[in-house]
């Protein structure tokens, strides 16, 4: 099985900051991306950050969160962190991880999605 793990979620107020953390566990052959979508009440779920484990890891970011959030990745790890700085109230949501894992090579990756935290930022 595949797990994905979050944390650091969390109250925080406007102006504050905040790291997610995810690990992907269980088998894996590697990890394509990783990133982190969101979801507030009455809204579609969205792409807030995603980064390649290819290399140079590229990156791809909302252009509400460009220049506030900031993701990077430990390949050794299988891990993915998503800083977020100058939150706002706007930033509230639940913030789901997002793998695309490989599990056998050649073979398309299959989607993971982590258990969500969420993430509150007071006015």
């Known amino acids: 099985q595949v797990q994905l793990v979050e944390s650091g979620g969390g109250l925080v107020q406007a102006g504050g900051s905040l790291t997610l953390s995810c690990a992907a566990s269980?088998?894996?052959?590697?990890?394509?991306?990783m990133g982190w979508y969101r979801q507030a009440p009455g809204k579609q779920r969205e792409l807030v950050a995603a980064i390649t484990s290819s290399s140079g890891g590229s990156t791809n970011y909302a252009d509400s969160v460009k220049g506030r959030f900031t993701i990077s990745r430990d390949n050794a790890k299988n891990t993915v962190h998503l800083q977020m700085n100058s939150l706002k109230p706007e930033d509230t949501a639940v913030y789901y991880c997002?793998?695309?894992?490989?599990?056998?090579?050649?073979?398309?990756?299959?989607?993971?999605w982590g258990q969500g935290t969420q993430v509150t930022v007071s006015s």
């Open positions: 997002n793998a695309h894992i490989v599990h056998i090579k050649v073979v398309p990756p299959s989607i993971y």
């Open positions: 269980g088998s894996i052959f590697s990890i394509n991306a």
